[in-house]
């Protein structure tokens, strides 16, 4: 069975700052892994897909790192600003199912 | 708007009622994706088509939860003789993964979900 863990649970930053947000999954046959943001009472929008066979993936101030070897996934968001202020969760799509971490709850102070 | 619609958003039942929610995916994606998502949780996922098949189905889907996509266009998912415990936000998502790419390409896209409350 897949698990899927995302530290910290919270973390609060002072605007500018460079962070890094870890997801880590215990069977690494995985398609895919995607990382999406959540805004309070919303739908998630996604933010960058990575595949089995990359190694990362960059759009703008987000890069995302995939180690499928060790089970693990970063995220890393440069220059954060209050509106990066979310809740970002990963998933992980394996073979006919798709798991998600708990997420990581992101405020960023100006 | 072009992306994934769920309708209604809101959705307040007595325990014991059925419910139905509608999902409308984002034109000529070939998979829909149903979840659900409680306070402080990930999405859990439920079930998820392919067209109009529907390939697989969590262990949480009880038998008095169903889904279709008949036309392999929209997806309805029902809730039989709700319990309080079926309170959450119901989320669908699409994707499109072309015939004959490997599945690693699928990015799925998320609608606003359904918050459904059960008195």
């Known amino acids: 069975k897949q698990e899927v863990t995302q530290i910290p649970a919270a973390l609060s930053v002072p605007e500018g700052e460079n962070l890094v947000l870890n997801c880590s999954f215990t069977?690494?046959?995985?398609?895919?892994l995607q990382w999406f943001r959540q805004d309070p009472g919303k739908g998630l929008t996604s933010l960058l897909l990575i595949q089995s066979s990359q190694r990362e993936q960059t759009s703008g101030r987000l890069n995302a790192s995939l180690d499928k070897s060790s089970g693990r996934s970063t995220l890393y968001i440069a220059a954060s600003q209050p509106g990066d202020s979310a809740t970002y969760l990963c998933a992980v799509e394996g073979y006919q199912k798709v798991t998600f971490g708990t997420g990581t709850k992101l405020q960023v102070i100006p | 708007d072009t992306g994934v619609s769920q309708n209604p958003r809101h959705k307040i039942t007595k325990r014991g009622q059925n419910v139905t929610f509608r999902c409308d995916p984002i034109s000529e994606h070939n998979r829909l994706y149903w979840y659900r998502q409680t306070l402080g949780q990930g999405p859990e996922f439920l079930t998820y088509?392919?067209?109009?098949?529907?390939?697989?189905k969590s262990r949480l889907l009880s038998d008095r939860f169903s889904a279709e996509r008949p036309k392999g266009s929209f997806s309805t998912l029902e809730i039989q003789r709700t319990e309080q415990g079926d309170s959450a936000m119901y989320l669908c998502a699409s994707s499109l993964v072309p015939t004959g790419l490997a599945a690693s390409y699928n990015e799925q896209f998320f609608g606003p979900g359904t918050r459904l409350t059960v008195l």
């Open positions: 069977d690494s046959a995985i398609y895919n």
């Open positions: 088509f392919q067209n109009e098949a529907q390939l697989e």
